[in-house]
């Protein structure tokens, strides 16, 4: 019996058998292919389940693929709660009455853009946690929630009568580390909590080398090029049949930037090539719904957090409809049928509401609600006060005196600072300036800083991401630098649990500020809409005590999802914390479709500033070269050079465009080691599409192979070359370069090039 046969292990008597063969998965002995999508139970309100399942069913899948999310489950050490929107049990139990196994993906890391990557936040109120490693109290924890998982759902395995096929050990660990011992304890805590189906390991083409094992079954994730992914694939597992656990036919979306979309006819295409080479799939994701409460995470760096809406542009709507992706997708399904296959009629689709204007009514300011202070010397992290979400209000005094800046380390996420509680400015993680100017004082003022957690981040190598004000704050007068300290820390929790607060009439605030806002609506139907946030700032939203999600009005997400089942006939309850307070009537709508793409912040996050002109002559190139038209990886090797800015010069495009445009971008030291990105910051880039699309440069760093730096095409094309220049956080011994093309098509791909590289910032910078 071949090594790949023996970890699918023979069925009991009178169940089913699933095994992984050395050229194809084996169904009762026979051969499967299996055509999977992805759908979270917990991003789709539980009465909805059974539609979603059945809209998966009648798209042509025969397997839906379920992530669990740790810190839904045990959202406080030691105390698990499976009932109600968290019964992944009967989830699964549900996709087999649909006629659809199911592909388990339990963790401990699942990450999907969700807060932390899955993690509970309490891991980090130890200093000394390193997630994703062999740290004893970090394995100690997922050994007791693997277990946990195994109480509620070894028992449905396939083998036992259930539905699930495999079982998934840890995620895409490859992008983090190496450490494939780790790998194994995993799998065996997983062993130890009853699952006996094939474990499986998955990750990027690049990834997959280091997080391979070879009693582990592997997969390969990708958005494009299928031929090529599963070439690396080989590379590392010669035998055993084809798999891509994440295929993207969209991609999600971040605040600030366009809402993301993915062509239909790259789908069909690219899911046809699998289904002619007996490849089998995943479809990241079939289905992407809602990331309600505080769930959703963020991206780093740079730091991106991630909308509520996780509407995928994927072939099932964030309201759970048809898409005309989802169409496409089932034609091509019908015909890759089993024998004695047939595909379900497409259920009908659900309608939504508008709703008329909704009055707000009464309002709790944050000033007259908070808890009880936890005095310290210093700020106090999030983490620290025993919080998991929400804010932090900080207050100390600041002495009198001229004009100054405040200077921070850093904060996590987004700050509100007042002086005497009239607002004085805000601080954005996003872009990277933690210094505040004030005014004059002619005495003693209270300052006072209200911190919002946006997500804590859930890839990469900044998954450690404790929230609130990180290390000391200056008071800086232009002649002398202090530290201020005696500070009263206010945890403002937020979320599916909140803190109490008692409401006035809104007619009798006068300076409404950071608070909360409560009115009544009235509803004779019970479907769907979508609130319209447009006219409030950023904050959190509620309907009869069930947290919706985040808002933010500078998009792309200008809605917010209310399902129709959370709604009451009759009477209902909406609640909007609000961080900077409304001056305008409190009020809001329901729409009955979504605004999912209206970014109106004002191009904020380009990298180019008036000042800046790049005027470095082409000899003080440090290489040039010519890269192939090819969609793999690009690499180039040079003279080493010790220099922490570098930059990126695109001299002509294959196709004799204008543009510019790159997937990934990595450097390497002289050993041939990839160096940390993970204090890279753009410095400049001559030109960044952000209006007709997500082409930022960050996006040349942040460790998705689906977005893309692209150069200006919707209202100008401006002509090459075209410089991106990189600020790498510390210098280096620098001997090479890779570079990933664009994955969905060649436009911008890069023909010849040039690097240049400094110890010191490049002139005219």
């Known amino acids: 019996m071949s090594l790949l046969l023996q970890y ?115 891991l980090l109120k130890d200093k000394s946690m390193r997630v994703r490693t062999q740290h004893p109290h970090y394995l100690e924890a997922c050994k007791r929630y693997l277990l946990e998982v195994g109480k509620q759902l070894a028992p449905l395995q396939v083998n036992k009568g259930g539905n699930i096929l495999m079982v998934q050990v840890e995620n895409e660990y490859g992008s983090f580390g190496s450490d494939k011992e780790y790998i194994g304890l995993i799998r065996d805590y997983l062993k130890a909590a009853g699952f006996t189906v094939p474990f499986f390991t998955c990750d990027g083409p690049v990834q997959l080398k280091n997080d391979i094992r070879p009693d582990i079954f592997a997969a390969v994730n990708f958005g494009g090029n299928p031929e090529s992914g599963f070439k690396a694939l080989r590379g590392v597992q010669a035998h055993g049949p084809l798999m891509c656990a994440e295929y993207y036919p969209g991609w999600f979306d971040s605040w600030g930037r366009p809402h993301h979309t993915g062509s239909s006819q790259r789908v069909i295409d690219e899911l046809k090539w699998m289904l002619d080479h007996n490849a089998s799939f995943s479809i990241y994701m079939a289905h992407g719904g809602t990331t309600f409460g505080t769930f959703s995470g963020a991206n780093a760096p740079p730091y991106l957090p991630q909308t509520s809406s996780y509407d995928y542009d994927a072939p099932i709507n964030e309201a759970g409809n048809p898409t005309p992706k989802f169409y496409a997708i089932r034609e091509l399904l019908s015909k890759y049928l089993q024998p004695g296959e ?135 007068d232009g002649q002398a630098k202090k530290e201020l300290k005696q500070w009263k820390n206010y945890p403002v929790e937020l979320g599916d649990k909140t803190i109490p607060v008692q409401y006035a009439p809104l007619s009798k605030i006068v300076q409404p500020g950071a608070g909360f806002y409560k009115a009544v609506f009235e509803v004779n139907e019970l479907k769907d809409t979508y609130l319209d946030l447009r006219k409030w700032n950023k904050g959190l939203v509620w309907v009869n005590g069930i947290c919706l999600g985040r808002y933010w009005n500078i998009g792309p997400t200008q809605t917010i999802y209310l399902p129709g089942c959370w ?42 500033k008036a000042s800046q002109k790049w005027t470095i002559p082409a000899s003080r190139a440090h290489y040039n070269g010519t890269f192939e038209d090819s969609k793999e990886w690009q690499m180039a090797s040079f003279k080493p050079v010790m220099a922490r800015y570098f930059c990126l010069e695109a001299l002509s495009e294959f196709k004799n465009q204008p543009y510019a445009s790159a997937a990934e971008i990595q450097l390497l030291d002289a050993d041939g080691k990839e160096i940390p990105r993970s204090a890279w910051k753009v410095l400049y880039a001559d030109s960044e599409e952000v209006d007709g699309d997500d082409g930022n440069a960050a996006n040349l760093f942040d460790l998705q192979f689906t977005s893309i730096w692209h150069t200006e095409w919707q209202d100008r094309s401006p002509k090459h070359p075209h410089q991106v220049v990189i600020d790498l956080g510390r210098a280096y011994k620098i001997s090479g ?24 910032p490049f002139k005219g910078l």
């Open 8 to 122: 699918g292990a023979a069925a009991q008597k009178n169940q089913t058998a699933f095994a992984i063969g050395d050229t194809s998965f084996l169904l009762n002995h026979k051969p499967f292919v299996i055509r999977c999508g992805e759908m979270h139970y917990t991003r789709i309100p539980r009465d909805y389940w059974r539609g979603r399942l059945k809209m998966a069913k009648a798209m042509g899948l025969n397997t839906v693929c379920a992530y669990l999310f740790w810190n839904f489950t045990e959202r406080e050490p030691g105390k698990f709660d499976w009932s109600g929107q968290a019964d992944a049990a009967e989830f699964c139990r549900m996709a087999q009455q649909e006629g659809l196994y199911v592909i388990l993906r339990p963790g401990p890391y699942s990450c999907a853009e969700w807060e932390f990557g899955g993690f509970p936040w309490w």
């Open 737 to 760: 370069l890779k570079l990933l093309p664009r994955q969905d098509n060649p436009n911008g791909r890069i023909k010849d090039y040039q690097v240049y590289f400094s110890s010191t």
């Open 342 to 476: 047939t595909l379900p009629d497409v259920p009908a689709a659900t309608e939504a509401q508008s709703l008329g204007t909704i009055r707000f009514t009464a309002s709790a300011p944050l000033w007259n609600n908070l808890p009880k202070a936890v005095i310290a010397d210093t700020a106090m992290l999030m983490e620290d006060l025993n919080q998991g979400y929400g804010a932090v209000l900080y207050e100390t005094l600041l002495p009198a005196g001229g004009t100054a800046a405040i200077q921070f380390e850093d904060i996590h996420d987004y700050a509100v600072v007042y002086l005497n509680k009239k607002q004085a400015g805000t601080i954005d993680r996003r872009k990277g300036n933690f210094t505040l100017n004030i005014p004059a004082r002619a005495k003693a003022t209270p300052m006072q800083i209200l911190v919002e957690a946006t997500g804590r981040v859930n890839y990469g190598y900044l998954m450690h991401d404790r929230k609130g004000i990180h290390g000391k704050v200056i008071l800086d």
């Open 567 to 608: 709604l009451k006939k009759g009477t209902n309850e909406v609640i909007v914390f609000d961080l900077l307070g409304i001056s305008h009537p409190a009020e809001l709508k329901g729409l009955s479709k979504p605004i999912l793409d209206s970014v109106t912040e004002k191009r904020a996050q380009v990298h180019k």
